[in-house]
C-alpha cells in the first residue's frame, strides 16, 4: 500500500496564480481532510470530507475549495493565491469510524511570491 | 473554544535521559487524544490512541498516560533516534486539533 499520495512535494506560484494540490489514498478510507501547518500555528484544518459527494469547512478555509467525486481523491484548489498561503500542507485520512487516528502524507510545500 | 496546549516547546535530553512530554487541552466531546512524531520534511506519523482518563499505551522507549486535563508521553531511556517533533491532537469527531509540537533532541 502507498497510504496517502501528495503531489507535487514542492511548488512555488505567483500571486494571483491558482493551482490544485493533489490528494490520493489507497486505503478505502472514508474521511479525508486538509491541513496547513505554519512555524508557531501547529497544523489547522482547512477542508474535510466524510465520503464521497460530502464536504465541510474546517478552522481555516477562506481561499480555498475542495470536491470530493470518488472515495479515493480529494483534491485542495487555491483560486487565487496569496502571499498568506505560503505554507506546508498535508492530506490526511482515516476510516470511517470516528475514534480512528489519520494517517498522513509526506506534504507539499508552497511558497506564493 | 477546543484548544490544545503543548509543553515544552523544545527539549534536549542526554542519551539516556528520561523525561516527559506535557498535551493539555480542553475540548467539548473528546473522542480521543492521538499522538504522533515528525520528522523534517515528513508527515506525522502516528504512534497512539488514548481514548479514557486512566488509559496507558506502550510502545519500546515511549509510554503515553491520559487525565480529564491533560496527556503526558513519557520517554524512557531515549536514543538519538527518539529525535522528532512530538505531537499532540484531539478529535472531537470529524475535527481535530493539533498543539504546536514539543521539538525533542537526544544528544549521544
Known amino acids: 500500500n502507498a497510504g496517502v499520495t501528495q503531489t507535487p512535494k514542492f511548488q512555488v506560484l505567483k500571486t494571483g496564480q491558482s493551482m490544485t494540490l493533489q490528494c490520493a489514498q489507497d486505503m478505502n478510507h472514508e474521511y479525508m481532510s486538509w491541513y496547513r501547518q505554519d512555524p508557531g500555528m501547529g497544523l489547522r484544518l482547512i477542508h474535510y470530507s466524510v465520503g464521497a459527494g460530502i464536504t465541510d469547512q474546517g478552522e481555516v478555509p477562506n481561499g480555498y475549495n475542495v470536491s470530493r467525486s470518488t472515495t479515493e481523491d480529494f483534491p485542495l484548489r487555491l483560486l487565487s493565491a496569496a502571499p498568506s498561503q505560503t505554507s506546508v500542507y498535508f492530506c490526511?485520512?482515516?476510516?470511517?469510524?470516528?475514534?480512528?487516528?489519520?494517517?498522513f502524507g509526506n506534504g507539499t510545500r508552497l511558497t506564493v511570491t | 473554544e477546543d484548544q490544545v496546549t503543548q509543553s515544552p516547546e523544545a527539549l534536549r535530553l542526554q542519551e539516556g535521559e528520561s523525561s516527559s512530554l506535557n498535551c493539555s487541552y480542553t475540548?467539548?466531546?473528546?473522542?480521543?487524544l492521538f499522538w504522533y512524531r515528525q520528522d523534517p520534511g515528513k508527515g506525522p506519523e502516528f504512534l497512539f490512541t488514548l481514548y479514557s482518563a486512566g488509559e496507558e499505551k506502550e510502545k519500546e522507549r515511549l509510554k503515553a498516560t491520559l487525565t480529564k486535563k491533560e496527556s503526558f508521553l513519557h520517554i524512557t531511556a531515549p536514543k538519538p533516534e527518539d529525535s522528532a517533533t512530538y505531537l499532540c491532537?484531539?478529535?472531537?469527531?470529524?475535527?481535530?486539533?493539533f498543539g504546536t509540537g514539543t521539538s525533542l533532541t537526544v544528544i549521544p
Open positions: 490526511a485520512s482515516r476510516p470511517g469510524r470516528v475514534r480512528s487516528p489519520l494517517h
Open positions: 491532537a484531539v478529535s472531537t469527531g470529524n475535527q481535530f486539533y
Open positions: 475540548v467539548s466531546g473528546l473522542r480521543g
